[in-house]
């Protein structure tokens, strides 16, 4: 592969398609810090989620590196409590992602990674929170569009800026108004990032399952190519079709 071309892993994991006993069976890879987490999770999604979500980081990250059993990972929290290989693993970037019965999972070479997903038919508020975290000029085109498609535009643009804030490992309130995403009501979009670190930003909008919204966010010059696997069973993996939808760089 030529420094020109870049590899991205995408994994999908939807978590009726994991049993009850391979759930039970994959709690052994987990860490003691990651059993409590789990156990302590009051909210039985939310516990599904957590657990699914790292049997899918541990099973996708061995399934790169097969010298490595699952339960063998080591990590360490960064800030706002995202997870990142320890210093002394192998360096491969991740980024995990979940809404409802879906996990998504980004893996590459790259330090700054990000992906987003969330559930579109889930009703929300948008003008109230498009006036409040988006940029004016986002507002005006938020407004402009036809009261039915709203939804759609606003999971479409939150996605996205999500992703970004992710992939700097900047807290979302901090980071939202400093990326700029036009034309995302008509399905292409353009994206302008402000700060020291505004080049070289690549955007993706990726379909990841119906009703769902996915955006993906990396710093790279390359040319991304993307592949996707699904988990059908405990680290069992399938290949599947990588859907882009509509993709952009950074202005």
């Known amino acids: 592969m030529s420094d020109s071309l870049l590899q991205l892993q995408l994994w999908h994991l939807r978590i009726g398609d994991v049993s009850d006993s391979d759930l039970r069976l994959g709690l052994s ?5 990651e059993l409590d987490y789990f156990r302590d999770c009051a909210a039985q999604l939310r516990k599904r989620q957590f657990a699914l979500g790292r049997l899918l980081l541990r099973g996708a990250l061995s399934h790169l590196e097969t010298s490595r059993a699952p339960g063998e990972w080591q990590f360490v929290e960064g800030p706002h409590g995202r997870p ?11 980024n995990l992602a979940h809404s409802g019965d879906r996990v998504v999972l980004v893996t590459g070479p790259l330090q700054r990674l990000g992906i987003d997903l969330e559930y579109g038919l889930k009703q929300r508020k948008v003008e109230r929170l498009a006036r409040r975290w988006f940029n004016p000029s986002e507002l005006t085109e938020l407004m402009q569009l036809e009261p039915s498609g709203r939804q759609q535009w606003f999971y479409r643009l939150w996605t996205l800026k999500e992703a970004w ?6 807290a979302l309130a901090s980071s939202m108004r400093r990326i700029t995403v036009a ?7 353009a994206v302008a990032v402000t700060g020291p670190d505004a080049g070289r930003w690549q955007f993706f909008r990726i379909q990841a399952a119906p ?13 991304i190519r993307l592949a996707s696997r699904r988990m059908s069973g405990l680290a069992r993996f399938d290949a599947i079709e990588s859907q882009i939808l509509c993709e952009a760089r950074s202005a």
């Open 165 to 170: 804030s992710k992939a700097r490992g900047e």
């Open 183 to 189: 034309g995302a009501g008509a399905g292409d979009f």
């Open 29 to 33: 890879w987990l860490s003691a810090e």
């Open 211 to 223: 009703g769902f919204h996915c955006a993906l966010a990396c710093q790279s010059d390359a040319e």
């Open 84 to 94: 990142a290989l320890a210093p002394d693993e192998p360096f491969i970037g991740f």
